[in-house]
């Protein structure tokens, strides 16, 4: 049966003047104990042993205790603490000190000026529920633990730390202005749900060293870095939660991959989706909206697979730099202001059942010839540029791609290679395909239709490999061929009442070709001529003259000779 204590500090039948006098005497007796308290403030420090309730009898708050310097609260066995403020400095070891055993704090505030708020030890459990913790951090190490509807406020550390193999489900909570992170997870497994978390100064929730973060149906906004952070091979999922104004949604970094479901990122100052330094993933219908720089960015070895997600607005959609890989399947890249999908140096990344719509350029690859891009069921529509301009000595390969409505199609250039097969191009202002200067366009089943200008252009020294295509309407010309370029058609045809079927230089190999329209030679301009000017008037010197003063062509000439002896 559980012993009653009152505590009164105006005294009265029964009851004990503080709190520490009551728990002695329920030590003493061993057994059982419920300790209640009148509303008022209470200076001491309380050591709690065994089975034990404590309870505000006021509203809760009502109930302060509090000391100048250190913990306030230590509790060995099954303590139970309810509406009571616990308020104390520098106290390293925890405003509230759990050693063993199981606490449970109910509607309870915790103050803790330069120090820890809670601190629960190894081999022990706590749960939180309806609490309030401010300016100092909750610790979980080697414990277990349960958070539910609790308040964290301008921790001066990170707000909740779950470490040393500690496991702690946090569910509707709400975390405010913490100085570092808002949910930290090092070495250790937490479950984050329903939570909101706002102000952070570091990454809103991060795992790292080999942790298990698990996070379903936040809400993040208004953090200095990172939403969600991932690093040093930590685990997880992230299911339904939406980022605002962050400056990453999410980061991946050093060897982690997490699972990331069903989440939207808005606003990121930076990017939505980061991943880098061998980071992986796998990131599944989440919507990116309005991104400073990039939707999705892998860079630095980063490695993320991406599917049946939305990237609209803000600058780049998709970019893959600094010997990253990627590959991305079911995404739509819609009303950018710059490139829906680059590939920069030595990346790789694999497109597949893309959509790319009122973007400036649709996929543009760039760096040496271990830069690589493949891109295939894709339709990229009102561009303002091209649809792919790959350059460098980069290697683009396109399959059933559709272009329609923009500048130029399809474009090569420097040392680049494009391979371009079952695609169409249709509705540019230029052209279909165009080759500059010593870069590569092989080019198979191809349909250009419609082109102010022309279907396939090689210029300078490009080569151009063009076979069983088509070149419907195309407003000058279905192919010309300029400068030293050249190539070979093989059963290609050319309709429509442009004025010239082929314009070339007589460096390209016209196979099968099928057109009623003429054919035409350009002619190559003459060599510049080269003169030798010799002059026949001037001076003939036969010994060494110093301090010589020359002109020609002038109308008067006054000529000094002077002898230096010396």
């Known amino acids: 049966m559980v012993k009653k204590y009152v505590v009164s500090p105006h005294g009265g039948r029964g009851a004990h003047p503080d709190i520490a006098s009551a728990l002695r005497a329920a030590a003493a007796r061993g057994r059982a104990a419920r300790v209640e308290i009148a509303p008022g403030h209470y200076e001491e420090r309380l050591s709690v042993r065994g089975e034990v309730e404590m309870v505000a009898l006021g509203e809760p708050g009502s109930v302060v205790v509090s000391r100048p310097r250190g913990t306030v609260l230590d509790t060995l066995g099954s303590v139970v603490v309810r509406g009571l403020v616990l308020s104390g400095r520098d106290a390293d070891a925890g405003v509230v000190d759990c050693h063993a055993g199981a606490l449970v704090l109910d509607r309870v505030e915790v103050r803790a000026h330069d120090g820890v708020c809670v601190h629960v030890r190894p081999r022990s459990a706590a749960t939180l529920t309806d609490s309030q913790f401010s300016f100092g951090r909750v610790v979980f190490a080697g414990s277990t633990g349960q958070v539910e509807r609790c308040r964290f406020i301008d921790s001066a550390d990170n707000a909740l730390a779950v470490i040393e193999s500690a496991r ?13 992170h808002g949910v930290r997870v090092s070495d250790a497994w937490a479950l984050v749900a329903e939570c909101e978390v706002t102000g952070t100064e570091k990454a809103a ?18 953090v200095h870095m990172a939403a969600l952070a991932f690093v040093e091979q930590s685990r997880g999922s992230v299911r339904g939660t939406r980022v605002t104004d962050a400056e990453n949604g999410i980061l991946v970094a050093s060897g982690a991959d997490p699972s990331v479901h069903g989440c939207v990122f808005a606003d990121c100052r930076d990017s939505g989706i980061h991943v880098q330094d061998a980071g992986r993933g796998t990131f599944e219908d ?24 939305r990237v609209t607005g803000g600058n780049v959609g998709i970019a893959v730099t600094e010997k990253a890989r990627g590959r991305f399947t079911g995404i739509a890249v819609l009303d950018l202001t710059g490139v829906a999908l680059r590939v920069w140096d030595e990346s790789k990344a694999v497109f597949e059942r893309i959509r790319v719509e009122r973007c400036p350029f ?32 980069s290697r683009a390969t396109l399959k059933g791609v559709s272009a329609e409505r923009g500048l130029l199609g399809f474009s090569a250039g420097e040392e680049a290679q494009l391979h371009v097969r079952d695609c169409d191009v249709s509705a540019v202002t230029t052209g279909g395909a165009l080759a500059h200067g010593s870069a590569r366009l092989v080019v198979a089943n191809l349909g250009v239709t419609g082109a102010q200008s022309f279907g396939v252009c090689v210029t300078g020294s490009a080569y151009l490999d063009v076979a069983h295509s088509r070149f419907d309407d195309c407003g000058a010309t279905g192919m010309r061929f300029d400068g030293s370029g050249g190539g070979r058609l093989v059963e290609c045809s050319v309709t429509g009442t442009g004025v010239t079927a082929v314009q070339h230089n007589g460096r390209v190999d016209l196979a099968t070709l099928r057109t009623t329209l003429p054919v035409v030679r350009i002619a190559e301009p003459a060599a510049a001529p080269t003169s030798v000017v010799n002059n026949y008037y001037g001076p003939v010197f036969h010994h060494a003259v ?15 000779q002077t002898n230096d002896n010396d």
Do not use: K, Y
Not at 205 to 222: G, H, K, Q, S, W
Not at 371 to 381: F, K, M, R
Not at 546 to 560: D, E, F, K, R, Y
């Open 168 to 180: 702690v489900a946090v569910r509707a909570s709400r975390v405010d202005g913490a100085r570092i």
């Open 205 to 222: 929730l991060i795992a790292d060293t080999r942790a298990e973060l698990t996070v379903e149906d936040c809400r993040v906004e208004a």
């Open 286 to 309: 989440c919507e990116i909206l309005g991104a400073g720089n990039s939707g999705v960015l892998s860079t630095r070895g980063g490695a993320p697979r991406v599917a049946g997600c």
């Open 362 to 393: 649709g996929l543009e690859t760039r760096g040496n010839g271990g830069t690589t891009a493949e891109l295939t069921d894709a339709t990229i529509h009102d561009f303002d540029m091209a649809a792919v301009a790959a350059v460098g000595q």
């Open 546 to 560: 110093h301090h010589a003063q020359l002109a020609w062509n002038n109308s008067t000439v006054v000529q000094q």
